[in-house]
């Protein structure tokens, strides 16, 4: 990580550049270094990137959930005092972006998700059963990506003492849980952001099918796919992600 982490109010965040706000929002076992490429080329190219960590384990558990979050990021952009925001989205963080959008559709110019929740994933707070077996638990990590390589032993590390921990493992399966129950099937045809969908062709946590059918239920979508490529997109391919989506925006005039 080479941002500096802020801390102000109850909110810790990273945020470098200056221009139309993009506001980034990990997934459930993503640290905000998973977007090191992204905050580092788009805040060099007149947006003001800003990275907000999520309060996925602080929460008291009856609040651990999709709408809960989304309630966090609305009093986050408030404290900001931003009318309008782009809204980056992975995984769990694309389903919060989603559904904040939802929510607030005036006050988002545009959503990219990549790997995004909200329809369906496989692998969220499932099979941790034998969580106490590193190498099983070294596999589930490098299952996320088409390279197994990119899942580090710090990566590995950070899954294992995630999954070990009573607490935030229950709140994972509740997250899960609130990830079905906040299916957005039925609202996607309401929403009338601009979305761009970037999403990686072997993902096996969201399968390739998922982003076929936000693409055909969002209304004013763009789906952009990524070859030999997880479920973490900009980690994996960093200068593909970033370029796909920074063609979007200029041809969106965003």
Known sequence: MTHRLKKEKNYSYIEAGEGTPIIVLHGLMGGLSNFDSVIKHFSQTGYKVIIPELPIYTKPLLKTNVKSFA???NEFIEFKGYNEVI???NSLGG?????YTKLYPTKVKALIITGSSGLYESAMGSGYTKRSDYEVIKKKAQDVFYDPEVA???IVDEVYATVNDRNK?????????SAIRHNMAKDLPKMQTPTCI????????TPPEVAVEFNELLPNSELFWIDKCGHAAMMEHPEEFNKILEAWLNNKSL
Do not use: E, P, Q, S
């Not at 389903?95 to 559904?99: A, K, N, R, S």
């Open 71 to 73: 309630g966090f990021l």
């Open 87 to 89: 809204l980056l989205g």
């Open 95 to 99: 389903h919060i972006g989603l559904y």
């Open 152 to 154: 580090t032993k710090d």
């Open 169 to 177: 493992l229950i709140k994972t399966l509740a997250i899960a849980k």
């Open 198 to 205: 970037i999403w990686g062709k072997n993902d096996t946590v």
